[in-house]
């Protein structure tokens, strides 16, 4: 069963501080993995698409990683500020349609505190 | 910011009445897509468009319908609205292709039945 994990569940962080989220994954076939940003009551915002030959990919403060062996993916955020506050959701594609369906992790929720 | 809406943001309605949720996209995109999202859950695909009269249910079994008339209009009707149907309803919309197409999400909208 295709599916997507994230951990922790929810994280509490101060302001300028680093944190680094995990997503593993079971999706097959892998065709791409996203992280997404999402603020309560809004739609989910893309912040990285890495597809299977990149393994790191930036975006400002955010840096997501992939390691398609271990079907593993990070998302570190450097130097918090108040507005990360929010839920990053990890999404993996698969290549087997042609809709290139999209697995979503549940998120972490993370509250940058001042 | 992507171009696509959402209409209403909040509705609070009855049991038994019938609703529309409104999607739009300026973007000329031709797959559509509507996800159901819980709180603290995964978005679930419950339907999905590749273009102009073409409609497929997703993976999540739903009591709604859509509709696909026009390229960027994608609307969702619950016949008889009921206290389950309470959630977040999300529309996306992306281009077609083989590449790896991001999928824009509008701002959502929170449906409560009473």
């Known amino acids: 069963k295709n599916q997507v994990e994230q951990s922790p569940q929810s994280l509490i962080i101060l302001e300028g501080k680093n944190c680094t989220l995990q997503c593993n994954y079971t999706v097959s076939p892998f065709s791409n993995l996203r992280w997404y940003k999402q603020d309560t009551g809004r739609g989910p915002v893309s912040l990285t698409i890495?597809?299977?030959?990149?393994n790191t990919k930036s975006n400002g403060r955010y840096t997501a990683t992939l390691d398609a062996d271990t079907k593993q993916s990070s998302l570190h955020i450097t130097a918090s500020q108040l507005s990360d506050s929010a839920s990053y959701i990890c999404v993996v594609s698969d290549r087997g349609s042609t809709l290139g369906r999209l697995y979503f992790g549940r998120g972490t929720q993370l509250t940058v505190w001042p | 910011e992507a171009d696509i809406y959402q209409t209403p943001r909040y509705l609070v309605i009855g049991t038994g009445k019938k609703i529309t949720l409104e999607c739009s996209q300026t973007?000329?995109?031709?797959?559509m897509y509507w996800y159901q999202q819980d709180p603290g859950m995964e978005l679930h695909l419950i339907h999905y468009s590749y273009g102009v009269n073409s409609t497929e249910k997703g993976d999540l079994s739903s009591e709604s319908t859509v509709s696909r008339i026009r390229t960027e209009h994608f609307p969702l009707t619950l016949e008889s609205a009921r206290p389950s149907h309470t959630s977040q309803y999300l529309c996306a919309s992306s281009e077609s292709g083989t590449g790896t197409y991001e999928q824009y999400f509008g701002p959502g909208t929170r449906l409560t039945v009473t």
């Open positions: 890495m597809t299977f030959s990149e």
């Open positions: 973007m000329g995109h031709d797959k």
